[in-house]
């Protein structure tokens, strides 16, 4: 299977990271994101700016984080023989070799992974495709691609997209607490193919 991995929100946990960063540099404390613009609603101009300066961006992606479950599921993906490949809205000019680092930390010891796409966010996931499965959190992204009808779209219930997918749930969307659900639906599609 062809499988496009999100990074942020998905592996690492972004929100909570940048939030720190933010505490760190300024003394700004918010809450974790209800919706998905809420932290940029929540910091002045100054503060979000700064969060994509490269200062901003080495802070947050250089931040040793990860959603172990969802590693867990990955490498089991990457273990069952697909063809993985982790797509990102990171910007490529500043997140490349923090990105890399982050591969090779969690998934290094394991299979290779197919590719590794860091595509500014006016490139549309999609267009990288045709993907087999795509496991993502943001919002538009994933009803973007449920809308193609041709890649089942896994989402982490998270706090900034639980709005706009709990119970969003059809044909080619499945919202998980678990991970592991991904990894199993795989097998099962591996037995019906
Ligand atoms: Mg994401």
Redesign the pocket.
């Known amino acids: 299977m062809r499988i496009a991995v ?5 592996l690492f946990p972004w929100d909570d990271v940048a939030r720190g960063a933010l505490q760190f540099t300024f003394g700004t404390h918010t809450r974790a994101s209800g919706h998905w613009h809420a932290l940029k609603e929540a910091v002045d101009t100054r503060e979000w700016r700064w969060l994509w300066t490269r200062a901003g961006q080495d802070m947050v992606f250089g931040a040793d984080h990860a959603y172990g479950n969802a590693v867990a599921a990955v490498r089991e993906l990457l273990a069952m023989g697909n063809e993985v490949h982790f797509v990102t809205h990171r910007d490529p000019r500043l997140t490349l070799h923090h990105t890399a680092a982050f591969l090779s930390r969690h998934f290094g010891d394991g299979p290779a992974w197919a590719g590794v796409h860091s595509i500014k966010s006016r490139t549309p996931k999609r267009a990288l495709g045709p993907w087999d499965l795509m496991i ?3 919002p538009d992204t994933v009803f973007d691609v449920v809308a193609q009808e041709n890649t089942m779209v896994f989402a982490p219930l998270r706090p900034w997209n639980r709005a706009e997918l709990e119970g969003a749930d059809g044909p080619y969307l499945r919202t998980y607490t678990d991970p592991a659900d991904i990894v199993e639906w795989v097998e099962h599609a591996k037995w019906r193919a």
């Open positions: 999100d990074i942020d929100g998905v993502e959190d943001k």
